[in-house]
């Protein structure tokens, strides 16, 4: 099977223009099948305050009203996707941006309303690969931005890091899936102080420990939690780090293992 | 040769949600291949007020400084277009969002300093039908916004009417390519303040004595440039007038004649 990168980007390499194009740079030298996916970024919370929209946040949750979602779809799919697209070609990387909608590849429903109404937030239900590997099978790059929809005309706000693992296991019968978290540390950290510290493997056993002895901050569960998901579903190789870890042999960086 | 529709749609249907959705809903039932083209209404407009970004103007003409390109960036690829492939979507039309970038469909060129700097705006250089193709031969309709590339990175601003005019001729040679500018109107008018005065047939020569005698005006001008283009290039059929010209056959409109 043909090795098929799946690369999830996040608001520390979007936010700075030099760090975001030194990554594409890179980035569109990948010789493998990829498919890159991005959130937002700062960006977004800089349109709302200029629009005067307020951030609403309901029991300490960021919740997605109708001027949230309006902006995070000029934001993501506009402004960001576009940059990245632009510049990708600049580099003889022939991509196309996406959000859920496009091709029809992202299908999600809005998160029902039990304690709290999160607005237009979509949980993923399906992913099409149809159209993506008619794409990939023609050296063409998919970029998504974190925004899927509910086949009935409405766009949702989706977490772009469940992206990235929906994609990746979408993909995990055709391909030979690797699936990338890139974030502002060198992986999973023993001393969250000590960038060097990083646990170079994890699997269910060891991460129970360590979540248990606290070594694993809460903000840390959800990106794990869609780590396992996808080493569980025959994603085949799952690691998080800095950026470096895929253009960088010496680098260290968090693997996941079944 | 199978037949290509090339339209587009001007700011009094992308201004007007309803509208809009009745356009969209018909035209996802057209049976032939299709592409959609669209402007960006008064959307950027109203987005650039409350962001507080002045329209600059020189010489009375429209300059697409930086903080225009990103609010043009963020409403045409970003809340117009997604809203429109959702729709379509939701209407079972499997449809892409596009901007010349993506797929470096359309490459242009930074309009050169003469009298006036126009700032991001790109005249259009070349069409790759490439991966257009692909997409129209598996059911798939691209929907561009008004935006292209340079092929070194930079977006630039993009008149829609020219876009549409130079992605039919792109395709003249491998499609019976019908192109079609819906606007507000019922057609080119004999008289302007009378709908119903349309003129059906405009050739070379009848068009060169309509603008002599101040029939047709200044405004129709560019408009009247592209289809002529398009009719010189190969375009087998150019209409303008009401979305109407589309879906019922009683209506009148404008056709282009060479």
């Known amino acids: 099977m043909k090795t098929l990168k799946v ?8 936010n700075n223009q030099d760090v975001l194009a030194d990554f594409l740079n890179q980035f569109s030298k990948i010789e493998s099948h990829k498919i890159l996916v991005h959130g937002g970024g700062n960006l977004a919370t800089t349109l709302a305050k200029e629009m005067n929209i307020e951030v609403k946040v309901v029991n300490g949750r960021r919740v997605t009203d109708r001027a949230t979602l309006d902006i995070i779809t000029m934001v993501y799919a506009g402004k960001i ?3 990245i697209i632009a510049q990708l070609q600049s580099q003889y990387c022939n991509a196309i941006g996406f959000t859920g909608a496009d091709g029809n590849t992202i299908i999600s429903k809005k998160r029902p309303v039990k304690d709290i109404d999160f607005g237009f937030v979509g949980d993923i239900e399906s992913v099409n690969t149809e159209v993506l590997n ?3 099978e023609n050296q063409i790059t998919p970029v998504f931005s974190a925004i899927t929809h509910n086949a009935k005309g409405q766009l949702l706000n989706t977490n772009a890091d469940t992206m990235a693992s929906e994609i990746a296991i979408g993909f995990s019968k055709t391909y030979n899936v690797e699936l990338y978290y890139c974030f502002e540390k060198n992986g999973v950290l023993k001393d969250i102080k000590e960038d060097n510290s990083v646990i170079e493997d994890i699997n269910a056993n060891t991460y129970k420990t360590l979540f248990e002895t606290g070594i694993i901050s809460e903000g840390m569960l959800p990106k794990l939690d869609n780590c396992f998901h996808a080493i569980k579903n025959e994603v085949k190789k799952v690691c998080i780090g800095k950026p470096e870890m895929l253009f960088n042999s010496n ?7 079944a």
């Open 81 to 83: 996707n576009k940059t």
């Open 134 to 136: 008619l794409l990939l």
């Open 251 to 257: 680098s260290k960086f968090t693997t996941i293992q």
């Open 7 to 14: 690369i999830k980007i996040g608001g520390n390499i979007i």
